[in-house]
């Protein structure tokens, strides 16, 4: 029973995984055909590192993905300290509105961001792009950063005060640090959101400049290349890294 | 603290977030609903009128309602096998491995899921094309689709079946039932929420998936994801694809109103 039991974990995990690293080694396989057999190469990457328009595209993620984790992380970990630290009425309505934009199909919020960008003169491009993914990020910000602060009650703070903490004090020097492992956390997986997004990405980009997400899309469809492999490996590899490190900080839980 | 002063605090704290999300997403989808209305996008002087006619055309041409039973379709049937490849993923996790292996073994099987899902996507189109051929055909969609979703079904059902005290079905079994037994009348309905989660985490976004088909399902692609994408970026009828959208959001939300009833059921036991 045992036997069958990780006999099935393991062909599950070579279905998760398989078609992964069949796809990073075709990145180093000589042939442009992806033919066998298999000869090591690392023309596709050579060939990448001339393909401007892919280069700037995956400038371009790596930016919209830094700056739009920052102010996600900044206004969502600072809206849950408004929603965890105080009793109002509404307070139900706005844990509500963070639901609908992790739930709703990205292809519906992507076409109404693209029609109202468009209709109001915010128009296309990578300023909308940002635009949207600090949307997308900020939930999951406020989800994450809420659940850290559920793990310890306000009385650190008010022994912070009635110490004589001022307020700025009792904040940057109790709330923070006690946060922090949250705040790194939720600022990670809103960069992870923004480097993987590609619905939003696809229909708010101007034509010509783009994430690598798009700009891999849009390479696909016209008949691709082993370059492609060589940076679809260096984005799966920076993801995965990523998780790895945030794991570190946080378990899907609250608690460390 | 008065409260004058504690509301406008609180205010203070959570306008920037919440105005982003009103401006970058609740506006939006209200404009959109709007423009679902319209003859045509009112820009650059264009006159347009209010009509149902978008609306119409859904219930009236079989393209649309046909294709949309098509993604119904699709999502069921990706939804299914994520299930019933995901159950005993979950219950191996829980029961036969523990420790630093299990903590190894979970990451391992959600870390693929945080990955970039077009390159995902784009990943099969090498095996697909292989040894198997299967490529630009439905179940390359349905195998594709299944992948990107399958860590959402072992996730829910892993945290349902952790919850489960284990002296209930030590319990069962030491008042003579079967292993079969324990299972069918023990484990699986108090695992059913976590089954639940996992169901509608992974037919809403097949339901409106569009890169999937695209990628993988050359002339077996055309499903109401990608009619919608279409009337953005190739035809450009926005208030055609606008009300497409909202029949989609519709049919969600029937869907989820249809659920909701069964997973309250099965949280209150």
């Known amino acids: 029973m045992r036997f069958l039991g990780l006999t099935y974990l393991g062909a599950i995990l070579a279905f998760l995984y398989l078609p992964i690293a069949i796809m990073m080694l075709m990145a180093f396989n000589q042939s442009p055909l992806y033919e066998l057999p298999f000869t090591f190469d690392l023309v596709w990457f050579k060939a990448l590192a001339g393909n401007e328009r892919l280069l700037t595209a995956g400038w371009n993620s790596v930016w919209i993905a830094l700056v739009s984790s920052a102010i996600a992380t900044s206004i969502g970990t600072v809206a849950a300290l408004g929603l965890a630290r ?17 739930t709703i199909p990205w292809l519906i919020i992507g076409t109404a961001m693209l029609i109202f960008f468009f209709w109001t003169g915010v128009g296309r491009g990578l300023h909308a792009i ?16 809420g659940a850290r602060l559920a793990t310890h009650g306000p009385e650190l703070e008010e022994a912070a005060a009635s110490l004589g903490a001022r307020p700025a004090q009792a904040f940057f020097r109790v709330t923070v640090p006690l946060l922090a492992p949250g705040i790194v956390a939720a600022g990670m997986f809103a960069f992870a959101v923004s480097f993987d997004q590609f619905i939003i990405s696809y229909f708010l980009a101007a034509p010509g400049t783009s994430t690598l997400p798009v700009e891999i899309f849009t390479a696909i469809r016209k008949g691709f290349t082993p370059e492609i492999n060589a940076i679809s490996s260096i984005v799966i590899i920076i993801s995965m890294s990523l998780v790895l490190v945030v794991s570190r900080f946080y378990r899907f839980g609250g608690e460390r | 603290m008065p409260g004058a002063e504690k509301h406008l605090r609180v205010t203070f ?23 679902s209305f319209l003859t045509a996008v009112p820009v650059g002087g264009r006159e347009a009128t209010l009509t149902l006619q978008h609306y119409v055309s859904f219930f009236t041409k079989k393209i649309y309602w046909y294709n949309a039973l098509r993604s119904l379709e699709l999502a069921a049937y990706v939804t299914l096998a994520c299930v019933v490849l995901g159950y005993p993923v979950a219950v191996i996790l829980t029961r036969m491995i523990t420790g630093r292996a299990r903590e190894a073994i979970f990451l391992m099987i959600i870390l693929p899921f945080w990955t970039n899902a077009l390159v995902r996507t784009f990943s099969w189109t090498m095996v697909l094309r292989g040894p198997f051929d299967i490529i630009f055909t439905y179940p390359a969609i349905v195998i594709g689709l299944v992948h990107a979703y399958l860590p959402y079904a072992v996730l829910t059902i892993y945290v349902s079946l952790q919850a489960i005290d284990e002296r209930l079905i030590e319990a069962a079994r030491a008042l003579g039932a079967s292993k079969r037994q324990a299972f069918m009348r023990v484990m699986l309905p108090l695992s059913l929420p976590g089954v639940l989660a996992g169901v509608f985490l992974i037919f809403i976004p097949v339901t409106g998936s569009f890169m ?16 919608i994408e279409s009337q953005f970026t190739a035809t450009f009828n926005w208030p055609l694809g606008a009300a497409l ?7 969600i939300l029937l869907m989820l109103a249809l659920g909701y009833p069964l997973l309250q059921r099965h949280m209150e036991r």
Not at chain 2, 245 to 251: E, N, Q, T, V, Y
């Open chain 1, 86 to 102: 105080n009793e109002f009425t509404g307070k139900r309505f706005l844990q509500l509105m963070l639901f609908p934009p992790i």
């Open chain 1, 130 to 145: 940002l635009l949207g993914h600090v949307a997308l990020s900020l939930p999951y910000v406020i989800v994450v950063v």
């Open chain 2, 13 to 35: 704290l959570v306008a920037p977030a919440y105005l982003w999300l009103a401006l970058t997403v609740f506006l939006p989808l209200a404009v959109m609903l709007f423009f």
């Open chain 2, 212 to 227: 999937e088909p695209r990628i993988l399902g050359g002339k077996d692609a055309i499903m109401l994801g990608p009619i």
């Open chain 2, 245 to 251: 959208s909202f029949m989609m959001l519709a049919i």
